[in-house]
């Protein structure tokens, strides 16, 4: 954005203070971007699973989970937007600069390794929705992977592109995320409204699902206590589903935000030139882009999971869930009744390709396969656009050259090429290999960041006059705390839950609630060494 754009929009956003409700709505969104970021990468692969797996396990009564941790990963961003707003400095050297390099190198080494990791099941979502969904005329042969493959890498390279170019390309970069994002959301929609319009939905047990029920963290939920009821061990069952249900709560409120969104957002800020004026206007663009459309896509897959899966078992293919039945047998020796096997299969994760199958005699094929399979393809597109972006922006710092455009395209192409492998390569050990050190590091480090930016949010050093003061202060550390404090119980809860020293499997979330605390102790450290200096 040139000098002359950014006055431009200042001047909307000072009409916009004393303007009328539409029209200083109509000007906030005209303006809003960076938060549409955001939306973009946090609607993939990841999201999908655990809206699809919340809705089988616990039917309408989690709905309310996702939103409650976005809105904590959105305290989080908005401290985050108003550090670097306040001190218009890239955020990496302000943290070598004033808390620790070990915070700062330890922050582009985990997004980075996200960046790569996280973009290949995310070529292999988008290459088995056209394969599965949209075109299954094309087959699913290793050329039409390929083929398809190379499309994707190429769209996501060529809107990154679009992002370094200055005035219209800028802009049209932004227009294209919008628009893959809100049809997203709408493809979500449309297929919610066909299962209504068919009478498939409760809306009764949807709005009492949005009302947070931490019970759930004790007990199972409603539509499965009848079954347990009448199978051979209740207790058992009870407590497998309530430990299953507790894993999925504690981990949406620890990865709600990723480590790399952390990182995208104080520089996608940046790059729009934007500055102290637009502190305020950050947090509508961060619920706009961000909150809103997380809120519609994922409550959306919820409904309709939940209105297909939870409690039901004819979509299950047969021997799925001998794992579970299985468990049962070792720690309770007997033959499982007819309440234990239809438990078992309950239980079984299923994957969007099976929502959309069972969705067609609902809602016919138009809505269940190609109007989903759309939504489903429009996340991985735009999460591999964005995942591309960060490891652009990050390379830019990892090599000494922030604002150049080679390096962000050499940032680019490592993750690009990277996801293109995924197809290939993501299956089985070699998915654990990667997925599991890749996970450790990144949940461990995302209370790190959150730490980092509370830190830097009370530092007279780092914001000087802007630092937050009186009332504003207390609602400020109040809210921090809050979703920093969530967010490291969620990530030692699902790290402790996985430690232990018999394997490598273990012995990586054991060594990243030792980073964890090493990191944390640095930080307190550094903060008030610096703190003590200013």
């Known amino acids: ?50 809206a699809l797996y919340l809705g089988v396990i616990a039917g309408f009564g989690l709905l309310w989970l996702q939103p409650l941790a976005m809105i904590c990963g959105v305290i989080m961003l908005s401290a985050i937007a108003y550090v670097t707003l306040s001190t218009e400095k890239a955020p990496f050297g302000l943290v070598n600069t004033h808390l620790s390099p070990a915070l700062g190198w330890a922050w582009i080494i985990a997004t980075i390794m996200a960046n790569i990791v996280w973009c290949m099941p995310q070529f292999n979502l988008g290459r088995a929705a056209i394969q599965q969904n949209l075109l299954p005329v094309v087959g699913d042969s290793t050329t039409s992977t390929v083929i398809i493959c190379l499309i994707l890498l190429a769209i996501g390279f060529a809107v990154n592109v679009l992002y370094e170019s200055e005035g219209k390309g800028a802009k049209t970069f932004d227009r294209i995320i919008k628009i893959m994002v809100g049809l997203i959301v709408i493809s979500f929609i449309a297929v919610v409204i066909t299962l209504a319009t068919n009478g498939d939905i409760d809306w009764g047990a949807i709005i ?3 009302i947070p029920n931490p019970s759930l963290l004790f007990e199972p939920a409603v539509g499965l206590k009848a079954i347990i009821s009448q199978s051979t ?49 950050s947090i509508f663009d961060l619920s706009i882009g961000l909150f809103i459309p997380f809120f519609l896509a994922t409550s959306c897959v919820v409904i309709a999971a939940a209105s297909q899966f939870h409690g039901e078992t004819g979509d299950v293919p047969a021997g799925a869930g001998a794992g579970t039945i299985a468990q049962l ?61 960060i490891n652009g922006l990050a390379f830019q710092e990892l090599l000494g050259k922030r604002g150049d455009k080679n390096a962000h395209y050499i940032g680019c192409a490592v993750s690009g090429i990277a996801g293109f492998a995924g197809p290939f390569i993501w299956t089985g050990a070699a998915a654990a290999a990667l997925a599991i050190p890749t996970s450790v590091i990144g949940g461990s480090l995302i209370p790190i960041a959150y730490f980092t930016f509370f830190l830097m949010m009370n530092s007279k050093k780092v914001l000087g006059e802007n630092r937050p003061q009186g009332t504003a202060r207390i609602v400020w550390n109040v809210l921090m705390g809050i979703a920093t404090g969530i967010g490291t119980f969620g990530s030692v809860w699902v790290l402790s839950s ?8 273990g012995m990586i979330p054991a060594g990243g609630l030792g980073l964890l605390a090493i990191l944390f102790i640095i930080g307190i450290f550094s903060f008030l060494k610096n703190e003590r200096k200013s």
């Open 329 to 389: 047998a070792a720690a309770h020796p007997g033959t499982p009744n007819a309440a234990d096997q239809e438990l078992a299969l309950t239980l079984v994760k299923r994957d969007n390709f099976q929502l959309a199958t069972t969705l067609e005699p609902l809602a016919g094929k138009i809505v269940s396969q190609t109007i989903f399979g759309f939504g489903v393809l429009g996340m991985a597109l735009s999460t591999i656009i964005i995942l591309m972006l």
């Open 233 to 281: 061990q209740p207790e058992w069952w009870t407590a497998k589903i309530v430990n299953d249900q507790r894993d999925i709560i504690i981990a949406a409120f620890g990865t709600a935000v990723g480590i790399n969104m952390t990182w995208l957002l104080p520089y996608s800020l940046l790059k729009k030139r934007w500055g102290k004026i637009q502190r305020g206007f």
């Open 498 to 505: 996985k430690a232990h020293f018999r394997d490598w499997h």
């Open 1 to 50: 954005m040139n000098t002359e754009e950014s006055n431009r929009e200042d001047a909307l956003l000072v009409e916009a203070q004393d303007a009328p409700l539409m029209r200083k709505l109509g000007i906030y969104t005209r303006l809003s971007g960076p938060g549409w970021l955001q939306g973009a990468i946090t609607l993939g692969g990841g999201s999908l699973a655990g």
């Open 208 to 210: 009492s699902g949005l």
